[in-house]
C-alpha cells in the first residue's frame, strides 16, 4: 500500500485511464463527436480553438479538487487525482502517437468504438475506487447544497455540455451519434460496475422451506433465510425462504427447489451488488480478493 492506496487499484485506475483516452483520441476526436460531462467541454474547446484537451482537462479539475476533496474522503480523493492526471497523461501520449483510424464514412462504427472503450475505460476506473473528477464532484456538491440526484445533475450537465456542442461545431448527424455513443458508454459503465458481483435473489414461498434451505446448504454451499409472511387471502402464516445466489447457479436452484417442491411459489430477482460471505468475504470472514 501507499498513503493507504492499493497499489491493484492503482494499476487499475491507470489501465482504465489509458483506455479511456485512446478512445477518446482515436474515436471522438478523429471522427468529429462530442462527449458530455468535463471531457465534453475539453472537446469542445479542442474542436473550436484546438485547445489540447490533455492540458484544458488539467486546467478545468484542479479548481474543484479544491472544492470537493472533503466530499470525497482521503483515498477517493487521491484516487481521483491520480485519475485525473493519468487521464491528462494518456491524451498526450495518444495525441502525439495516434493510430490512423478514420472512420467519418461509418459514424455507427465510431460512435460504438467510441462508447465500448470510454465505458469500459471510466467502468474500471470507478470499480477501482476512482473518478475523473469533473462532473462528478460537481453532481456531489449539487446533491449536498441543492437536493439533486446525482443521476440528475449528471444528465443536467452531459445535456447542456452537448448541446452547446451542437451549437459551435456538430451536426445533427454528428449529434445524434454523439447521444449513441454517451448511451453505450452509460451502459457498458453499468455492466462493469455491477456484471461481477450481478446475482439472484430468490423468494421462494413453500410448504417445505426446511428442507428446501437444507438442501440448498448442502448441495449448493449457499446460505438461505427463513422470513415470516401472511397470506392475505388463506389468513394464514407462511414462511418465505430467501437466498442469493450466482448468476450461474440459477438453474441449479430451481432444479433443487423442483425436487422437493415442484408447487412452490419462487421469484427470481436480478440482484446487482452482493455484499457478505461466499460473495465479497470467505467462510473466515476474510475479503476475497477479486
Known amino acids: 500500500m501507499v ?17 479511456f483516452s485512446f478512445g477518446i483520441v482515436h474515436f471522438n476526436m478523429q471522427n468529429n463527436l462530442a462527449e458530455g460531462g468535463f471531457t465534453g467541454i475539453t472537446l469542445l474547446l479542442y474542436f473550436l480553438w484546438e485547445w489540447d484537451p490533455s492540458y484544458t482537462n488539467l486546467i478545468l479539475n484542479i479548481p474543484l479538487f479544491f472544492i ?51 465505458g469500459v475505460g471510466l467502468g474500471i476506473i470507478f470499480r477501482y475506487g476512482g473518478t475523473t473528477g ?7 456538491l449539487a446533491n449536498k447544497y441543492a437536493g439533486i440526484s446525482m443521476g440528475k445533475a449528471m444528465f443536467m450537465f452531459d445535456a447542456v455540455v452537448i448541446a452547446l456542442s451542437l ?9 445524434m451519434y454523439t447521444l449513441v455513443a454517451v448511451f453505450i458508454g452509460a451502459r457498458v459503465i453499468d455492466f462493469m460496475q455491477e456484471g461481477a458481483y450481478a446475482a439472484r435473489g430468490a423468494m421462494i414461498i413453500s410448504e417445505n ?3 428446501i434451505a437444507e438442501k440448498i446448504m448442502k448441495e449448493m454451499d449457499r ?50 451488488d452482493v455484499l457478505g460471505e461466499g460473495f465479497t468475504l470467505d467462510e473466515n470472514k476474510k475479503p476475497i480478493e477479486r
Not at 498513503?3 to 483506455?19: D, Q, V, W, Y
Not at 414462511?239 to 422437493?260: G, P
Open 209 to 211: 422451506t426446511d428442507q
Open 167 to 175: 451549437i459551435f461545431y456538430l451536426t445533427y448527424q454528428e449529434a
Open 68 to 118: 470537493g476533496w472533503k466530499l470525497l474522503g482521503r483515498s477517493v480523493f487521491l484516487y481521483t487525482i491520480i485519475g485525473t492526471f493519468s487521464v491528462s497523461i494518456f491524451l498526450w501520449i495518444f495525441q502525439r502517437y495516434q493510430i490512423n483510424m478514420p472512420l467519418k464514412d461509418d459514424l455507427t462504427l465510431a460512435a460504438l468504438f467510441a462508447g465500448v472503450f470510454i
Open 223 to 272: 446460505g438461505a433465510t427463513v422470513l415470516r409472511g401472511y397470506g392475505p387471502y388463506t389468513k394464514k402464516e407462511k414462511e418465505v425462504l430467501y437466498c442469493v445466489v450466482a448468476r450461474n447457479e440459477i438453474v441449479k436452484l430451481k432444479s433443487v427447489i423442483n425436487s422437493i417442491d415442484p408447487h412452490a411459489f419462487v421469484s427470481v430477482t436480478v440482484v446487482h
Open 134 to 140: 469533473g462532473v462528478d464532484i460537481i453532481a456531489r
Open 3 to 19: 498513503f493507504g492506496l492499493k497499489l491493484k487499484n492503482i494499476f487499475f485506475i491507470l489501465l482504465g485511464s489509458a483506455i
